[in-house]
């Protein structure tokens, strides 16, 4: 009996003593666990690594041992063994300096932030959580990183150094989201992609073409999305995340849900958000320099089968905005052993009706309103791919991922004018089918060797009628805004690059890509007969090009970095380019010009970055982008004459051309200052010029400076930051008169400047439950964003709720 007791003690005391050897590291300000944490002793000869749990054993380790914890996002924490607290749980502080960051979307693989010569800043899912942004469009503009320009509340068109809409590349998951009918003006594709689903997401900045091909002129920007996460016990593993979040500038009321299933080697994750928003309220502190500039004081509203403008009650309220769009995300993963790893991945989005507010907002004359009806149609874009990856060692390939896709997107335009029975259609239908595969080679320790392929085709359906709202007869003599008998594209490209650390200090890489686009559109013959437009019907392209780009990084020491990049990029015109027929604001049509070649880039930029104490880090980036038969929207003539007769009068014509050569340069900085463990100061700003030097106009998207300055306090369970988002003056003289710039929508003067003054809290209830509060534009100040079509919010007060289970 007494063995029996004996033994039963020994048995308790040596669990205890295992359990003890335990510890659990989370993450200070809202108790979740941090995976990758590295732990080691002075002379690492003992390091263990935290699981996905934040746990890892320190049995290894000797009695009276010091303790390193390190972590690439949080700032390193050292202690004694015997310093461990007894409920064996170890806090670590995020580090907003985060010098040895791993990014993917430089050379698609992964890659130390450190060693490449690009400007590459990336947004995680904490700080995404944090920020509480409605949509992906504003997540990028929040971080004070990119300009967003806004035309409705449903939208968001990213802008990185003066080049927007098809001039930026938007990448999911690997695969392009931009395809055939990108077009030249603003794009609200960024907010179809849900944040609440976003693992991170990355900028590039400057020509990806080398790696990405055609329109990443102005940068890349690329959405990861959570990956399902497998059992570290190799038991089933349940884990689930929840949100529930109000808005008080546009009501808005989101709730998401995300539910992960892991086991040893299989893992789904299911991801659902909602979001509903109202009419968005603008600032009421007003300049009153600009009079009553922004406000709705007037909208349509049909009575009794007839228009009516309604005077608006409540001018600050921006009646005709309100949306709503709900989102889903599913991935399963298989990882059959250690080299290799499958994930099917379905993303769905879609959204009710978003009215087009700008166009809402135009007047015939003083008391009546030009549209009754003009909304984007239920849009939506469904994702499916299958991915594979493969860690083999192999003789050609050391890691390899390929990439089978398929891409289905509804765009639909639909529109009536103010007293007019007929409501116009025009429903466009993208398919895109694509296939990637990135291979990488390790040729030797200091070089490493990337190539791959890469196939897209896109199909454009375009259709378009005309429905008395009386009668509802339907009728098909309308003109589709795209070739209606066949509009298809091909993209086949393959890329080399290379990585060669020279030495410690000197680091040198190199890229080129082949690339090869054809476009073959055609109309038919009713339709050609309903425009009785001049210009051949059948439209062909084939074009090719070559984009390369060479990288030089110095690190004399690990306080210095200095980097050099020259870089090409190209975009080949798409289906938009060569055949849209679109009449846009006033009694001008943009046609087809078969004649538009594409468009080149070529940069050259200079980085220097400073670390002082490990505490402070500076960052400047200059850079200068020439175009070469850039594309602009400009009059042209069609049959010697500048005008056409369509249905309703004589049109001006329009088309875009390549207007010769333009430039855009500018400046970036950032100041990251970690002045305690809890408390720092995070600012950047950006300053970018272009012209055309053809006619030494103005280049249009070019955005005026902007930046943003946040001082941020990180305590246990706890993190505050209050942050200045700020704009400069866009003077009128500095718009362009292609009017992308949107002219009619600003004051006689321009687009004044504005700042914002905003505060976001969040506290950590407990392991399972957080609760954010937040403040935007604390002093109500009423401003729009260079080149929109919609005021920003008012002071807008957020109250969002995170469970994690």
């Not at 003593?17 to 200070?28: E, G, H, S, Y």
């Not at 068109?157 to 001039?167: C, D, I, Q, T, Y």
């Not at 004051?747 to 439950?769: D, E, F, I």
Request: charged letters at 20%.
């Amino acid at each position: 009996m007494k063995k029996q007791i004996f033994s039963i003690i020994s048995f308790f005391l040596l669990s205890f003593a295992l359990n003890a050897q335990k510890i659990t590291v989370l993450d200070k300000s809202d108790l979740q666990p941090i995976s990758q944490v590295n732990i080691t002793n002075p002379g690492k000869s003992v390091m263990v690594t935290t699981d996905n749990q934040g746990i890892a054993d320190l049995s290894g380790f000797a009695t009276g041992d010091s303790i390193i914890f390190t972590h690439v996002a949080f700032q390193t924490f050292r202690t004694a063994k015997p310093h461990i607290p007894s409920n064996n749980k170890i806090y670590l502080t995020e580090n907003i300096i985060k010098l040895d960051e791993f990014v993917y979307t430089a050379n698609r693989d992964e890659e130390k932030k450190s060693d490449l010569p690009y400007k590459i800043e990336t947004i995680s899912s904490k700080e995404i959580a944090f920020n509480n942004p409605q949509t992906s469009a504003l997540m990028l503009e929040q971080s004070g990183e990119v300009f967003v320009q806004q035309s409705q509340l449903g939208g968001g068109s990213p802008v990185l150094r003066g080049f927007e809409a098809n001039k930026v590349l938007l990448v999911v998951d690997g695969i392009r989201m931009n395809n055939a009918i990108y077009r030249a003006g603003h794009l609200q594709n960024a907010i179809t992609v849900d944040p609440f689903g976003l693992a991170s997401t990355e900028i590039l900045y400057g020509p990806g073409s080398t790696l990405y091909g055609s329109d990443a002129i102005g940068g890349v920007i690329n959405f990861i999305t959570a990956d399902p996460k497998l059992s570290s016990t190799g038991k089933t593993e349940v884990h689930a995340n929840a949100l529930a979040r109000y808005s008080s500038a546009n009501t808005e009321k989101t709730g998401g849900i995300s539910l992960n299933l892991g086991w040893k080697k299989w893992a789904v994750l299911a991801n659902f958000s909602y979001s509903d928003f109202d009419d968005l309220r603008q600032g009421k502190v007003r300049n009153p320099a600009y009079g009553t500039f922004g406000e709705r004081q007037f909208y349509a509203e049909r009575f009794n089968r007839k228009d009516s403008t309604v005077a608006n009650s409540k001018p600050w309220i921006q009646k005709s905005s309100a949306y709503s769009q709900y989102n889903v995300l599913g991935k399963v993963m298989f990882r059959p052993g250690e080299r290799s790893r499958y994930i099917l991945n379905v993303q769905y989005s879609n959204s009710s009706d978003i009215p087009r507010y700008d166009r809402l907002t135009e007047m015939s004359n003083d008391t009546t309103m030009k549209y009754a009806e003009w909304y984007y149609g239920p849009q939506s874009r469904l994702l499916t791919s299958l991915k594979a990856e493969y860690n083999l060692n192999a003789v050609i390939f050391d890691h390899a991922s390929v990439i089978l896709g398929y891409q289905n997107i509804h765009e639909d335009r639909i529109q009536r004018n103010f007293n007019d029975s007929i409501k116009k259609y025009n429903l466009e239908t993208v398919g895109v089918i694509s296939l990637n595969a990135d291979l990488a080679k390790k040729l030797c320790a200091k070089d490493n060797l990337r190539y791959g392929l890469e196939f897209e085709s896109n199909n454009v359906v375009s259709e378009a009628h005309n429905q008395n709202i009386n009668s509802g007869d339907v009728t098909y003599d309308r003109a589709t805004r795209y070739p209606d008998d066949k509009a298809k594209m091909m993209y086949l490209a393959a890329y080399l690059s290379n990585n060669w650390n020279i030495s410690k200090v000197l680091a040198f890489s190199q890229g080129i890509r082949f690339n090869y686009v054809t476009l073959n559109a055609v109309y038919s013959d009713t339709m050609v007969k309903i425009m009785d437009i001049p210009f051949d019907p059948s439209i062909t392209q084939k074009n090719a090009a070559v984009n390369g780009y060479l990288g030089l990084v110095a690190t004399p020491g690990h306080d210095w970095k200095f980097s050099l990049v020259g870089s090409t990029g190209f975009r080949a015109p798409n289906i938009d380019d060569l055949t849209k027929l679109n009449a846009v604001t006033g009694q001008t049509i943009v046609l087809p010009n078969p004649d538009l070649k594409p468009e080149y880039a070529y940069n050259l930029e200079l980085s220097l970055a400073k670390t002082i104490l490990g505490r402070v880090r500076l960052e400047g980036t200059a850079f200068y982008t020439w175009l070469r038969d850039a594309h602009v929207i400009a009059p042209k003539q069609y049959n010697g004459k500048d005008s056409i007769y369509m249905v309703d009068g004589m049109y001006q014509c329009l088309a875009p051309v390549n207007a010769g050569n333009a430039y855009v340069c500018g400046l970036q900085g950032n100041l990251l200052a970690q002045v305690t463990r809890s408390f720092s100061i995070l600012s950047n700003l950006t300053y970018t010029y272009g012209y055309n030097e053809t006619d030494g106009l103005p280049l249009d998207h070019i955005p005026p400076v902007y930046g943003m300055t946040s001082f941020r306090l990180e305590m246990k369970k706890f993190k505050g930051d209050f942050y200045v988002m700020y704009n400069g003056w866009k003077r009128i003289s500095q718009y362009s008169n292609s009017g992308e710039d949107n002219e009619q929508y600003a004051t006689a003067y321009g687009m004044p400047s504005w700042y914002t003054l905003n505060l976001k809290l969040s506290y950590q209830v407990a392991h399972y439950l957080n609760i954010e509060l937040g403040m935007e534009n604390i002093l109500d100040e009423n401003y729009r964003k260079f080149a929109s079509g919609i005021s920003s919010p008012g002071r807008n007060l957020i109250v969002a709720l995170h469970a994690n289970l």
